[in-house]
């Protein structure tokens, strides 16, 4: 956001308040904030005192200590109208943005690119130590340059949040999905600070949670400028817990924007022919085939797996090598969490299949039966790679992690019944006979049939999803078709970047122009 000025700099606490009233959340909310900061320390303590990156964690989430600010080449503007200048500094143009994990910070990562090339300046957050590592590796470059700063988010304490927003002076905040905090949504209301829920979604889960501490809830959707929501079903929940109607747009899924074009530009260029862009993807496949030494293996792969996921996909695959005419088939085995690995390697050799593990460099032959993928920032190469892909988080009740990934570079995609964090996006893709997901009331398949095998009714879901497997792996022509489906479906979705690119951009100009008027009225020029 511009800062005016024709003697010296205005920073955005110099700044005229607006008219919208900051709302405070009730008393309790505070006083049971102040009981946990003390319980919540010794809680990062127990899980990260081992880490070497531990003290600057605790500096960071209790705002003792921060990296620099981002840097940016100082502009000025004349603005001949207002016989003033517009600096547009390193203060006024970084928007800070807050992902928890690592889900959501590959769901942001291209609207933060964007707003990276339209010359903002981001201060990243993540909650996770897993989101952290994400973030870091994700931007390392813009990092490196000065263009991003990271770190881990203060708790939701006034006086640690007000030390850093003192030291980051955002322009805006924007907060992706969910996690809201009610003292510094508040904070930011009395700082001028837009504040903006970006891909809003609100699960009927969620809504329950929030509605348990209705004073809490409404304090938060009042502080809020505005809500991007998803859908129209989290639209109507946001303003169920107090939003006002004017507060909310519904712009789509960004899980719908391949979310590491950083990995592959080819697979990234959304704007190409759709024929070529298959056509790098296949070459691109053959390529990571050849360096691995898979070609004609009927490969599929189990990816972001959590605990309880590992072992039913072992099963599956021991019940395709029984399958002469798959007794070749390769399963890869990415676990969502890397301090998992060393868990999952021992659950394949318990199995009695042969590994083969990534990260001891250990070369797939004939024999190998699973490749455990072991290593971060693969993810999208292990997608090319396969015939099919089960994405994890699906199997048990964590919500589901993003088929958009798959669906992207052409690989037909599996799913279980726990997709509450992306149903709309699955319903999309199984609509197109992209995703195979149990009792999908949109499923149509590739055939235009309803079901490319018969199954009787008392078939449990997750034999249902094997039976999909299988049928894909046997029929790799069909399995194909429907993976181009769903790399069509994600080309046709990509708009939504730019929507809510321009929503967020229209706060910041409205909140920009509200400041100058002020301004202007309480400073004679």
């Not at 949670?209 to 938060?220: L, P």
């Not at 998992?340 to 021992?346: G, L, P, S």
């Not at 997608?383 to 089960?390: G, R, T």
């Not at 997709?419 to 197109?432: H, N, R």
Request: proline residues 5%; charged residues 20%; aromatic residues 8%.
């Amino acid at each position: 956001m511009p800062s005016f000025d024709t003697t010296k700099n205005i920073s955005n606490n110099a700044l005229p308040m607006q008219s919208r009233a900051a709302y405070k959340p009730p008393v309790y909310y505070q006083l049971t904030i102040g009981l946990l900061k003390p319980l919540y320390r010794l809680q990062v303590w127990r899980r990260s005192h081992k880490h070497d990156n531990y003290q600057q964690e605790v500096e960071q989430r209790f705002g003792k200590r921060y990296p620099a600010a981002p840097i940016s080449t100082e502009t000025y503007m004349p603005a001949a109208d207002l016989n003033i200048s517009i600096n547009t500094n390193k203060q006024n143009k970084t928007i800070w943005c807050h992902a928890v994990s690592l889900g959501e910070t590959n769901t942001v990562a291209p609207l933060l690119d964007a707003l990276l090339d339209r010359g903002y300046r981001i201060w990243l957050t993540n909650t996770t130590q897993t989101g952290f590592a994400r973030g870091a590796s994700r931007f390392a470059e813009d990092i490196a340059q000065g263009r991003l700063s990271h770190s881990y988010v203060p708790v939701d304490s006034p006086a640690v949040i007000e030390r850093f927003l003192n030291h980051v002076q955002p322009v805006a905040a924007l907060f992706v999905e969910t996690e809201l905090w009610a003292n510094i949504l508040t904070k930011l209301s009395e700082h001028h600070i837009p504040s903006i829920l970006v891909n809003g979604r609100l699960s009927a889960s969620s809504f329950k949670s929030y509605q348990k501490i209705g004073a809490v809830s409404t304090s938060m959707m009042k502080n809020l400028s505005l809500i991007i929501a998803q859908d129209n079903d989290s639209a109507k929940r946001f303003r169920q817990l107090g939003a006002h109607s004017a507060q909310i747009r519904v712009a789509g899924s960004l899980k719908w924007v391949i979310n590491t074009p950083k990995l592959n530009d080819k697979v990234a260029d959304i704007d190409g022919d759709m024929t070529h862009k298959l056509t790098d993807i296949e070459a691109r496949t053959s390529d990571i085939a050849a360096d691995l030494g898979v070609i004609n293996r009927p490969i599929w792969v189990a990816a972001s797996t959590h605990s309880g996921e590992e072992d039913t996909v072992l099963s599956w695959q021991q019940q395709l090598l029984s399958n002469p005419a798959l007794s070749d088939v390769l399963l890869i085995i990415v676990p969502r969490h890397p301090e998992r690995f060393d868990e999952v390697a021992a659950l394949i050799q318990n199995s009695g299949l042969t590994m083969a593990r990534r990260s001891a460099a250990e070369a797939i032959d004939i024999n190998t039966q699973v490749y455990l993928a072991d290593s971060m920032g693969e993810l999208m190469n292990w997608y090319m790679l396969a015939d099919v892909a089960l994405v994890g988080g699906s199997l048990v009740e964590v919500g589901g992690h993003n088929p958009v990934e798959p669906a992207s570079v052409a690989t037909p995609v599996l799913m279980g019944i726990y997709t509450q964090s992306c149903q709309s996006v699955v319903d999309k893709l199984a609509s197109v006979g992209a995703l195979y997901q149990p009792q999908n009331p949109f499923y149509q398949a590739i055939n235009h049939t309803k079901q490319e095998h018969e199954n009787p009714q008392s078939v449990n879901d997750e034999t249902l999803i094997y039976q999909q497997l299988k049928y894909w792996l046997s029929h790799l022509t069909l399995a194909k078709q429907a993976g181009q489906a769903g790399a069509q479906m994600t080309k046709q979705q990509q708009a939504v970047l730019s929507r809510q690119l321009m929503m967020i951009e229209k706060v910041i100009e409205k909140h920009a122009m509200q400041n100058i008027s002020q301004y202007l009225k309480s400073e004679p020029l």
